[in-house]
């Protein structure tokens, strides 16, 4: 999926910001989704929660946070761009965007800035690059690997701003990485287990995921390229899609909960009248919890989908 900005709303948050700017508080207002910390320390943006928590984990209380999307019931696609987001951008001294088409407003806003901060897109600091004939899945926050490189770059970067407390930032990275790497050990011990196993999605959010724990996606490309693009799903393709489960070829649904619709209900019905597991997933931290610990219940929840499919 995708965050967009709508133009308009762009093109009214930057009209609109030297208003702001007089009357900015230290916290969002009710209708806003940004969320933000009194300024005390290094200022850093963040598109997502997901990005906003890691920051908070390797820069502690020597960083003041602004996280623009951070809703757990909301559907990043339909975020609009505010005057709210811009002034933060503006304000910011470190920025994190995901990257890869998944959050351009950030970009579109930046651009419209005399001073820009430090930018870190996680897609390209990942490496990863669609295969021949097929979209990249931007979703890199669900890969490991690039969450513990992520880490790293967010305490060398906090350093550069922050030299006198680098020492901090780099330990409390290493604590985060070890935790990461926790998390990897366990979708090893998974892959052992499941590798070979089918499943099907909704969306590719999850994609990374269920590669490391070595799981075959059997949905039609066209179903969730279709979800996720917010496009009709061809009816061949939604009737080969519910066969998965109705011919029971799947172990699991790992099914996005954030974006629903007629044909993503069709199928977590199909799923649901065949005794197929559903694992939730979600794009954005769910509320009290943290990137750590929101992983730890996906691999939780998804073990225990796969340990019931294999025993029947």
């Known amino acids: 999926m995708r965050i967009s900005a709508r133009p308009a709303a762009a093109t009214a948050a930057v009209a609109t910001l030297f208003a702001l700017t007089a009357c900015s508080t230290d916290s969002a207002d009710s209708t806003s989704d940004t969320t933000s910390a009194a300024a005390t320390g290094v200022s850093v943006v963040t598109s997502t929660n997901v990005y906003g928590d890691i920051v908070e984990q390797v820069g502690g209380d020597l960083v003041d946070v602004t996280s ?4 757990p019931s909301a559907d990043p696609h339909s975020y609009e ?8 951008l503006s304000e910011a001294a470190l920025v994190i965007e995901n990257g890869g088409g998944y959050d351009d407003f950030v970009d579109t806003m930046l ?3 005399d001073d820009q901060p430090e930018l870190i897109n996680v897609v390209d600091l990942s490496g990863k690059t669609a295969e021949d004939g097929e979209e990249l899945n931007e979703h890199v926050w669900y890969d490991f690997p690039t969450v513990v490189t992520l880490a790293d770059e967010i ?4 350093s550069a701003l922050d030299p006198d407390n680098a020492d901090t930032y780099a330990a409390n990275a290493a604590t985060f990485t ?3 790497d926790a998390l990897e050990s366990e979708t090893a011990t998974m892959n052992e287990e499941y590798a070979g196993l089918g499943v099907a999605i909704t969306e590719p959010v999850p994609g990374y995921l269920l590669d490391a724990v070595g799981l075959d996606n059997l949905t039609p490309d066209e179903f969730s390229e279709s979800i996720e693009e917010e496009t009709d799903v061809p009816a061949t393709v939604l009737q080969e899609t519910l066969a998965l489960f109705t011919d029971h070829q799947v172990a699991a649904l790992v099914y996005n909960e954030q974006t629903t619709g ?5 199928v977590l019905a199909a799923a649901e009248d065949n005794d197929i597991a559903v694992v939730p997933v979600t794009e954005t931290l769910p509320e009290g919890e943290d990137y750590v610990s929101w992983m730890t219940a996906n691999l939780t929840a998804l073990d225990e989908a796969l340990s019931t499919a294999s025993e029947q």
């Open 178 to 180: 070890d935790q990461v």
């Open 68 to 71: 623009i999307i951070s809703d």
């Open 111 to 113: 651009s419209s800035l």
């Open 81 to 88: 761009a505010n005057a709210q987001t811009q002034l933060a």
């Open 262 to 266: 007629s044909e993503t209900e069709q």
């Open 155 to 158: 305490a060398d970067q906090l």
